[in-house]
């Protein structure tokens, strides 16, 4: 059991990592796929051939920087969600995640089709068993705004750990800080508002992220 109590309209820092550090996304088609996951399971909406319509949103999002993704089933999907996707960064070997819990039960359900899903894949692909993450994934409560807005901050400047992307994470297509900053990918998938809502512009939050996020400390975040 997950020691902490999970409320519904509460935010929550989840996170994981590859077991024993190793990379959990090799290639763009991995990349693709759990954002795929993460964007398209936040309600009991079933896709049918995923494996089939992700190789088709592979080959659509790489040319058109967007999911090909019926506009009727996105609805059904906001409509019935169990749970939101505020913010999102994926690296190499670990992913941060700020969810929402919109049902009871929504974020444990949703992470376990997102992270069995993946890991079944995963396995496949690369011709390997066992788990792939190294336990159970984390969830912290965010108690406060200002850990939210700090927090937010903190995820959107993850890419700055990889040496070729410092001082460019506004240009790494595996998180939701382009989606903050420019145009939001997503659209209602990724719910952006209750952090945006909070400052002027777009460009006022990108200098939040530019000179706030190392105020917090790791307690605080994590």
């Not at 088709?56 to 059904?76: E, G």
């Not at 900053?181 to 992220?209: A, H």
């Amino acid at each position: 059991m997950r020691n902490i109590e999970i409320s519904i309209d509460e935010c929550y820092h989840v996170y994981n990592r590859g077991a024993h550090k190793r990379i959990i996304f090799h290639d763009v088609a991995d990349y693709v796929r759990f954002l795929f996951l993460i964007l398209f399971l936040q309600s009991p909406f079933v896709f049918g051939q995923i494996s089939r319509l992700v190789h088709r949103f592979v080959k659509h999002l790489v040319k058109h920087r967007v999911f090909d993704i019926d506009a009727d089933d996105i609805s059904q999907i906001v409509q019935e969600r169990y749970v939101g996707l505020l913010s999102f960064c994926l690296m190499p070997n670990h992913f941060h995640l700020i969810l929402r819990e919109v049902q009871e039960g929504g974020i444990s359900r949703y992470m376990q089709r997102v992270l069995n899903g993946y890991t079944k894949y995963y396995n496949a692909k690369y011709e390997v068993s066992g788990h792939l993450f190294q336990g159970p994934y984390k969830a912290v409560h965010i108690e406060s705004n200002e850990q939210l807005l700090y927090l937010s901050a903190y995820i959107h400047r993850n890419p700055r750990e990889l040496p070729q992307w410092k001082n460019k994470e506004n240009a790494y297509e595996w998180s939701s800080y382009k989606d903050y900053i420019y145009e939001n990918r997503w659209g209602e998938l990724l719910s952006t508002s209750l952090i945006l809502e909070q400052f002027k512009t777009k460009g006022e939050y990108k200098e939040f992220v530019h000179t706030s996020a190392a105020k917090a400390t790791d307690e605080e975040l994590l």
